[in-house]
């Protein structure tokens, strides 16, 4: 039998794979909720002050935040970018610099 694309081959689109329903099934044996680890390890690191890892604390949020907030694509512009005030150019990067 030749190989390649047949209709209805696969896994349904959106269904989840063997692997991930086995994290999910081996979790739940565990009692082991991730999103509620990741929020208790975030708020500990805000809440430990300066002795607190800030980057941990950040990449939590980051990781909950995308089950409140869709994460945003990419943009791609096109056509040209044409500037006619260098000095405000110019100023606005001194001011991203930190120069003022």
Not at 24 to 44: H, N, S, T, V
Not at 65 to 74: L, M, N, S
Not at 75 to 98: K, M, P
């Amino acid at each position: 039998m030749p190989g390649g694309k047949r209709p209805g081959a696969g896994r349904p689109r959106g269904s989840l794979s063997k692997k991930t329903l086995e994290v999910q099934e081996r979790l739940a044996r565990m009692g082991c909720d991730p999103i509620i680890g990741m929020a208790i390890i975030a708020a500990d690191e805000m809440s430990a002050g300066k002795d607190g890892d800030r980057v941990l604390a950040g990449r939590m949020y980051a990781e909950l935040a995308q089950y409140v907030a869709p994460k945003r694509r990419a943009v791609e512009h096109s056509g040209g970018l044409e500037v006619t005030d260098t000095n405000a150019v110019a100023a606005a990067l001194a001011i991203l610099r930190g120069d003022e």
